[in-house]
């Protein structure tokens, strides 16, 4: 009888390799050209293993759960110093900052002022920057640019941008040098028509797709297949507007439900089980709070 | 393929403020400019006319002064078909019973008591089937319960149901294979669909392209008529076979063969890209011509 073979697949495509930051503080994500942790069971790699990103603010956190902030609570008032601590104490691979003070609801901070704090984050930090505005299509196009001024050629990741805003904030990103976050409502069809219209102004390399990654509870299995169909079609079909790495920006989605804000071990499982279903899903790039779930995480993905 | 002409439709501003006036001249003036196009039936549709079912009568007999084509009475309201069966002159189609109960025990049994033909979708009191199979099984218990009220499969036309393909593909594509299994399920049956929804959702300037590339393509499968729009001259020529080149390019996609669509004229390029689309050989999204 002839020898038992494990059935492989192989597939004709792979994950665009996109780097954030430059030198030696450049990390790559995505280049697979199997579905994520199949490595080991199909023909293909994973040369870039899931990158994580710790969250910070650029206003003092509120909401926040004691164990998210206790390795960082003498420093949350200043961002730079905030993010100095996650990458020194905790070892955090990149910064994700969430300008979420120049939002109009909040404090409204001005496009210079917060390019500041984005500059003084980034020079603190000695890892890669991942800038989030608020999402106001409005406001984000005003101050993203104005980062990107700021940080020209450190070729930050910044985000979000939307069918509504994404042309001023990519063409600032091709001037200065940066990738963009390109995110769509949890809906692959407008994920890929909003990626057409971004490949026009920027190449695949510099762009990092975000689907959107809602919490456990509260519609994770509706992300899970919206990230698993994005691989599917990136990597098994060769759709070349589909193949960018994916990031998981869950950590916000995560602590502000009701659950993990009022039993802090209860929130820890809820941001690990929410982590662990993405990158199984295929994410790259996933954003964090609590440190000892990161500390989970972070093993995890060595460990694969 | 038997064209039946959509445009006199509740939802069309310019009908429903001729029924709700009584305006028999808009309504003729319609019917004429569909019948000129060449549709082989007129569709009636009225709604669920919940207030007023009797409007169907009058709709009916006002087509029918101008107009020498058989009707096709459109209403979830079976108070309303049958206010429109009556007055008739030629037996028209009923459109539509559905495998709900309801449908099943009020709409099925007028197209016994008027011996006329009736449409028929696979929905039934769990929703829309999710797939070929779900939609087989669906319809072969409708249809069984039609032929014990003395409804036979050459007065049935079957409607698969069409999705939108910006809202679900792979429905896109299991209404071409169930079409394609008819035949053999249920010998003897017509087939019918409502063409339109195929681009509801797809941006306005899209939606002609979409609707005439699957026609043809279900036209492929096997189908007997569609619900659609009689002032789209290119859907006429395409499916009465008056573009026999453009028919066989969306042929060769179906058949998988491979066509590089960059080297065609525009015209030709689209019809493939469209066709791929519909295929589910790529991801849908409102700007699939332009890749």
Known sequence: MAEYRA????YKAKVVEVTIGKGDRAIKIGGENVLAFNQTFDQGDFPNSPKIALEVWDKEPYGWTPGCLEP?????????????????????EAIFLYLISTDPNEDDTSPEVAAETAKKVYEACGVPLIVFGTGNEEKDPLILTKVAEALSGENLLLGPVLKEDYEPIANAAKEHGHCVVAQ???DINLQKELDVKLMRILPPERIVLDPLAPALGYGLEYGFSIFERTKHVGVIFNDQTMQMPLIANFSFEVWRQKEPKENEEMGVYWELITAITYLEAGANLLVMRHPEVYKIIKEMIAEA | MVIIGENIHILSKKVSEALSNKDAKVIQEMAK????AGVDYIDLNIGPARKNPDIMAWLVETVQEVVDLPLSLDSTNPQAVEAGLKVAKWPPLINSASGRTDSKEQMLPLATKYKCDVVISVLNDQGIPADAEARAESIMDTVTYANELGIENERIWVDPIIMPVSVDQKAVMEAMEFTKMLQDLLPGVKSTVGLSNVSNGTPKELRGILNRTYLVMLQKCGLYSAIADAFDQELMDLVKGRAPEIVELIHKVMDGEDIDADSLPPKERDYVKTAKVLMGESLYSHTWLEL
């Open chain 1, 72 to 92: 960082v609570k003498d420093v949350v008032g200043d961002p730079a110093a905030w993010a100095k601590r996650c990458v020194e104490a905790l070892g955090a």
């Open chain 1, 7 to 10: 059935p492989f697949e192989t």
């Open chain 1, 184 to 186: 769509a409502p949890i």
């Open chain 2, 33 to 36: 400019a569909q019948a000129e």
